[in-house]
């Protein structure tokens, strides 16, 4: 009996090696990376969100008949601003497209604000714009790395529970994890490089 019990503990004890082994955690291990991957794009949407309304008040006093351009400015990042953002996008196509069509218009402005800026020489000097160019110029880098550190992290979440072991996993264990939706560019004609003219 006793060396049954043995045999018996012995058994649990590899086959619970051999489960951590053969994939069984990886499904919420990638699950959290999207998630953590998602929480850095939105991070650094709101960084850019923070720096907004110092660039565009630079820009005011030396730019003050180019009132149309900076309220596209502020009124796209008013937009951004008044979505309701958790977590649970991740989980809501729609939602997840409305996010990025609002941050796409506010990229679209500040680049119109870039463009007005060419215009006046003495902004391009002034050293607290160049701060805040810099800064902007920064984030939008930022932006793209997180987001294909976050298409990235889908890609491997969703080939994780398609492919073999994951797939079985997947329907065994977390059948309640669904099939993520990775970013796309909202901005029709994204692909295209923007023309500058002046």
Known sequence: MKRQRVIVTLALITALFTLGGCGINNIPSLDEQVKANWAQ????????????PNLVATVKGFAEQERET????????????SMQVDQSIIN?????????????????????????????????????????????EGTENRIAVARRDFIQSVQAYNTEIRTFPGRIWHSILYSDMPIRETYEATTTGAEQAPQVEF
């Open 41 to 52: 794009v939105e991070n650094q949407y709101q960084r850019r969100s923070d720096l907004v």
């Open 70 to 81: 900076l309220q596209a400015v502020v009124e796209a990042r008013s937009k951004v601003n």
């Open 92 to 136: 809501d196509p729609e939602a997840l497209q409305k996010f990025e069509a609002a941050q796409s218009q506010l990229t679209s402005a500040l680049s119109r604000l870039m463009v007005v800026v060419e215009r006046y020489p003495e902004l391009k000097s002034n050293q607290n714009f160049l701060t805040l160019q810099s800064q902007l």
